[in-house]
């Protein structure tokens, strides 16, 4: 069984092992995907996919470091393999309030600075979440306590992206709305930090309410530079 | 095996090859430190598992853990999404890649018959591979984590376990390639494979998705992070195992492999089919369907070299079995159950590359099986086996007891089988539910089906930790023997290692065989 009859050989058919694997796993895509333009919608003149402001990549790192990818998704597969359009993940509205329905494709992703695509669902899809939280407010309340919501949650509190302080003055515009047992004590105000509100921020720019090119088939590769 | 009984404890555990003597006496202090601090970390993921998994569901089960509970609401350090990457990467990186190291240079010393080259190198760079692990750790709880999977330690540790990775691996490649003339053996190609794979998967997964990310890369990253930790377990755990496996497996049960002339197919068709596992994460996501597809077909593939490596290895390890009775030491069960594991792990595997199967599964804890069967089922029970095998001959010095390797490997087995059956079983209930074609099924609907599965998977991977506990304990009470031997005189140690701690199971490991 000596496989290694001379080293350099042996090395050669190695390396050759792990490019075919590169090749196809990471070369080839990436002449596929690596280039995607954004489009310009014909009717509303929008450049699509819908740009993320500065604070939503700020909010990327907060997601990053607090681990949310490891229970939630940020894929819609399409009807073919899954039921994710049925749980209600691929639906969002567009500025003219009507229903968009679909699964992602890759050009959704081209102005994120990290994708988390995520392989557990032991939380919801996010690519739509923004559509299910109208605004901040509910965000803030649903991560200070998701029971309140959903009694059968299993994601965790998240009150350390939050400061009980002393109402001084006016109340903060900020202020998180809570009842019940999380209310704070009287004279007391809880307030998001810097890192709830890009964390918000962040997912409230998680909304594909706009319908791409690449429902109707391939798109035609379009120069980068256009 | 009566015949052996009498010999090792009074010999000692030294090899009588005085060559072999030699090569062991060379690597004695670095390959010490890389297991024990191995074991170090396993301790600590293991730790940080169970209170990751406890996290994962509602604590009514066990009150007594609602401190906890508060502390990760309420402390940015102690929350899920930070303890459970930490608790992985501390198995992954800590545990089985720090032993994995440790025992691949010791390997490819023995089966070169050469001392190791460079072993202050060798030390150096052990040192700094646990300072890399530890400072990842930190910067994962301190918040500095990148959120990707198994790439979560931050670029200033990451460079650190660089720079240890490659001291060691000079190290293991000199050695290697100062061998004797004719020590040539299928284990060696093993390990170089791994030694090769790790620096590429390493850079190019820290730089293209940490450091450096191209610009629009989009859903490439994707692509990259799956073709990482897909690459991890099958071509850097994967083979160190199995390169330990086909050295100590016909050793200990001093038999030749059976289906020998089949294993460098194995190794071959291994190596071109595991990493396209990768598209086990892809199936149905906004990836090129042609990716997914050729990629399916050829992960499928990967029960003609799981089914060999199987062939060669079980029937070998159950004849040396059979033949020493008692079931071969203390060593050839823990091999053998990590030969079988990694049957289990590649049926897994291929489970997940038939695509209505991986539909059902891609996004539930079956995932999580698969990933459990790689660390706890099959590498944890190679490294198991070469410890109890390594161990003594490292330091001339018996186990101590015989019991309490019995509950390690009774606790080890029934944890972690029915943590797999738990977390397996709950993955395709999951599954099933999250794709009902019925728009009320919820989320909340399948936590409310999960949270049982969660609850009774706490409890085995709690038993998985008593085990690795017991290891542990018994590691550290050898230890703390071999130094008041050390301390006192050397009439005194032959004397301890002939008293009744040397029971029968525990000599028979120590049986030397001609390579």
Not at chain 1, 17 to 31: E, H, N, T
Not at chain 1, 35 to 52: C, Q
Not at chain 2, 230 to 249: C, E, M, R, S, V
Not at chain 2, 397 to 411: E, I, M, N, P, Q
């Amino acid at each position: 069984m000596n496989l290694v009859p001379d080293f350099r050989t042996f090395f050669l058919f190695v390396l050759g092992s792990f490019a075919f694997a590169w090749f196809g796993l990471i070369v080839l895509p990436w002449m596929e995907l690596g280039h995607l333009a954004p489009i310009k919608d014909e009717g509303s003149n929008d450049i699509l996919p819908w740009d993320t402001a500065n604070t939503a990549h700020q909010g990327e790192h907060v997601y990053a470091a607090n681990g949310c990818a490891y229970c939630h998704t940020q894929q819609v597969r399409p009807t073919t393999s899954g039921a994710d359009i049925t749980r209600g993940w691929g639906s969002a509205k567009d500025d003219d309030g009507k229903d968009v329905t679909r699964r992602t494709y890759p050009r959704d992703y081209i102005w994120q600075h990290q994708v988390f695509l995520g392989n557990s669902r032991n939380g919801a899809d996010l690519t739509n979440v923004a559509a299910r939280f109208p605004d901040a407010a509910a965000l803030y309340r649903y991560l200070y306590d998701p029971y309140v919501l959903n009694g059968h949650s299993s994601m965790p509190e998240y009150r350390f992206l939050f400061i009980t302080r002393k109402i001084s003055g006016l109340p903060s515009d900020d202020a998180v709305l809570l009842t019940g047992p999380d209310a704070p004590p009287a004279g007391y105000e809880v307030v998001p930090t810097a890192e709830a509100k890009s964390l918000v921020a962040y997912l409230l720019s998680l909304k594909k309410g706009y319908h791409l090119p690449d429902e109707n088939g391939p798109v035609a590769a379009t120069p980068a530079k256009s | 095996m009566a015949t052996s009984l009498s010999t090792p404890a009074a010999k000692g555990f030294i090899s009588t090859d005085p060559e072999l003597a030699a090569v062991d006496a060379s690597v004695r202090w670095p390959v010490l430190v890389s297991l024990l601090s191995a074991v170090h970390w396993m301790v600590v993921g293991t730790f940080l598992l169970v209170y990751a998994s406890s996290l994962a569901h509602p604590q009514d089960a066990f009150p007594i853990l609602g401190w906890f509970v508060d502390l990760s609401n309420n402390c940015s350090i102690f929350t899920y999404g930070r303890v459970w990457p930490a608790a992985i990467d501390a198995l992954v990186y800590g545990w089985a890649s720090t032993a994995g190291l440790g025992l691949a240079v010791w390997l490819l010393a023995r089966m070169g018959r050469v001392p190791v080259a460079l072993p202050g190198v060798l030390m150096t760079g052990v040192i700094f591979w646990n300072l890399g692990v530890a400072i990842g750790l930190t910067g994962i709880f301190l918040g500095d984590s990148t959120g990707t999977e198994l790439l979560e330690f931050p670029t200033y540790a990451v460079w650190i376990l660089w720079l240890a990775y490659a001291l060691i691996a000079v190290c293991a490649v000199v050695t290697y390639l100062g061998r004797r003339p004719g020590c040539d053996h299928l284990s060696q190609a093993w390990l170089l494979v791994a030694l090769f794979a790790f620096p590429w998967l390493y850079a190019a997964g820290n730089i293209l998705l940490n450091s450096h990310p191209l610009p629009g890369s989009g859903v490439m990253q994707g692509l990259l992070g799956a073709w990482y930790v897909h690459g991890l377990y099958t071509l850097w755990l994967a083979p160190l195992g199995l390169g330990l496996l086909y050295y100590l497996i016909p050793k200990v049960s001093v038999q030749n492999i059976r289906y020998g002339s089949k294993a460098p197919l194995a190794f071959w068709t291994w190596l071109v089919f595991a990493p396209w596992t990768a598209v086990h994460d892809l199936v149905g996501g906004p990836f090129p369907a042609e990716t997914v597809t050729t990629g399916l077909i050829l992960s499928g593939l990967l029960f003609i070299p799981v089914a060999l490596i199987g062939l060669n290895l079980i029937p070998t390890s159950l004849a040396g079995e059979e033949k020493h009775h008692d079931h071969g030491g203390v060593v050839l069960p823990f091999l053998t159950l990590a030969v079988v594991f990694f049957v289990a792990t590649g049926i897994s595997e291929q489970i997940l590359s038939i695509r209505s199967a991986n539909q059902l599964l891609r996004f539930t804890m079956f995932r999580e099986c698969n990933q459990l069967l790689w660390i706890y089922g099959f590498f944890s029970f190679v490294v198991f086996g070469s410890m109890y095998y390594i161990v003594p001959r490292l330091l001339n010095f018996g186990w101590r007891s015989a019991f309490l390797v019995r509950v390690h490997y009774y606790s080890s087995l029934y944890g972690i089988l029915l943590v797999i059956v738990m977390v397996g079983f709950g993955g395709v209930m999951q599954g099933f539910t999250l794709e009902t074609p019925d728009s009320a099924v919820t989320i909340v609907t399948a936590n409310q089906v999960t949270i049982s599965f969660y609850i009774a998977s706490t409890m085995c991977i709690s038993l998985v930790s008593i085990g690795n506990g017991i290891f542990a304990l018994h590691l550290g009470w050898m230890l703390l023997d071999w130094l008041k031997v050390r301390v006192r005189s050397n009439h005194l140690a032959s004397e301890i290692l002939l008293e009744p701690y040397e029971a029968p199971e525990t000599a028979s490991a120590s049986r030397e065989v001609s390579a």
